[in-house]
């Protein structure tokens, strides 16, 4: 079946600008994270979503980020004001139940480049 | 809090040698463990991972890892490199929120294989 997609593939953005990533889970995963992934530090955890709630936001970097989820399915990052800092390869992740040991499904990522 | 530390950022290694990618971990709690491979462009995959079973842990494409307790270390094998096995692998331990799966990465060791 399908795996997880992740739109846009690339995005180019200028400073101040805001910007929305999507993501699409695998059919049927309630469990929704997002990581990014950046040179300097590697891959770190942003938020994760069980159904449509969203229990911790600490992983978030500022209060220029945030995320959604409607309808169980697709999640939305939002980044206001990007600043140069934030440029990196946002991932997005489901899997099927809340579990510690269940493997979680990577989408291909959205590389964002902020000028 | 629960770290990862994996020793090398870069490893060469000849086409049907050895490979040997190491991890350590720190947690005050039993961890599970995980090694992901990243190939390029896309997202991460799972090789395998460790949930307080059988510590000798086998996954995809020939490659395993064995949990050691007393060394706090995951390293991942495999007796025989190919050339398809470059790629970026990632060692990860899960940190419980609430009983989801938040994954803490390594900073990540690119694969190389010499022909």
């Known amino acids: 079946g399908a795996g997880v997609s992740q739109s846009p593939s690339n995005k180019v953005t200028e400073k101040g600008k805001d910007v929305e990533l999507r993501c699409d889970p695998i059919s049927g995963h309630t469990a929704l994270y997002w990581y990014r992934q950046s040179l300097g530090q590697g891959l770190e955890f942003l938020i994760y979503?069980?159904?449509?709630?969203?229990?911790?936001k600490s992983g978030l970097p500022s209060d220029r980020f945030s995320a959604e989820r409607t309808g169980g399915s697709v999640s939305t990052l939002t980044i206001q004001r990007t600043q140069q800092e934030d440029s990196a390869v946002y991932l997005c992740?489901?899997?099927?139940?809340?579990?510690?040991?269940?493997?979680?499904?990577f989408g291909p990522g959205t590389r964002l480049t902020v000028t | 809090a629960q770290s990862v530390t994996q020793l090398g950022s870069h490893v060469s290694v000849s086409e049907g040698a050895l490979v040997l990618l190491r991890c350590n971990y720190s947690?005050?709690?039993?961890?599970?463990l995980f090694w992901y491979v990243q190939y390029p462009n896309q997202g991460l995959q799972l090789l395998l991972k460790?949930?307080?079973?059988?510590?000798l842990v086998k996954g995809i494409n020939g490659f395993e890892a064995e949990f050691k307790k007393s060394e706090t270390s995951f390293h991942l094998t495999k007796p025989s490199a190919h050339m398809s096995d470059a790629a970026e692998y990632f060692c990860a331990v899960s940190s419980p929120i609430q009983g989801a799966q938040k994954l803490v990465f390594g900073q990540g060791t690119r694969l190389t294989i010499n022909p």
């Open positions: 992740a489901s899997s099927l139940v809340f579990s510690l040991v269940d493997e979680q499904y």
């Open positions: 460790y949930t307080s079973a059988a510590t």
């Open positions: 947690s005050s709690v039993p961890p599970y």
């Open positions: 979503f069980q159904g449509n709630s969203a229990p911790d």
